[in-house]
């Protein structure tokens, strides 16, 4: 939860040029497999689509601000972006412009935040022209 509140304060701070979307994906340390002793939460293996949609309104309450998704039960976004079970991307005209590295060690805000300050200094110097449709 405290990489979910970096991650809202992040999407907070860059609102004016992106656009933050969370996705919920299979649980990472369900109570009923792989048990984390700082798990948060105690979530069983989904066994199906509420299942799911039942935790995700958990991670919903960690960020109240960012609009969540929630992956189908075949994985198909974790499988398609690699997630398993924390990553960070950046998308934009349909390609990634930053993949982060798989969490928990490779999930980095301070990546994330460095691309974003990088991408809004280029946005603000002069003689770029931004276009919005």
């Known amino acids: 939860m405290a990489?979910?509140?970096?991650?809202q304060r992040l999407a907070a701070h860059f609102v004016d040029i992106a656009d933050f979307l969370l996705?919920?994906?299979?649980?990472?340390?369900?109570?009923?497999?792989?048990?984390s002793s700082d798990a948060a939460y105690s979530i069983p293996k989904h066994q199906c689509l509420q299942d799911r949609l039942r935790a995700a309104r958990l991670m919903r309450e960690g960020a109240p601000d960012c609009p969540l998704a929630v992956?189908?039960?075949?994985?198909?976004?974790?499988?398609?972006?690699?997630?398993?079970f924390e990553r960070l991307y950046i998308i934009q005209?349909?390609?990634v412009m930053y993949q982060g590295g798989r969490g928990p060690e490779g999930y980095k805000i301070s990546?994330?935040?460095?691309?974003?300050?990088?991408?809004?200094?280029?946005?603000?110097?002069?003689?770029?022209v931004v276009i919005q449709v």
């Open 71 to 84: 992956d189908t039960m075949d994985n198909a976004s974790s499988a398609a972006y690699g997630a398993y």
């Open 93 to 95: 005209e349909e390609k």
């Open 111 to 128: 990546e994330l935040r460095s691309w974003l300050d990088q991408y809004k200094t280029r946005l603000q110097s002069p003689g770029t």
């Open 23 to 35: 996705v919920y994906i299979e649980e990472a340390h369900p109570s009923d497999g792989w048990v």
């Open 3 to 7: 990489r979910l509140r970096s991650f």
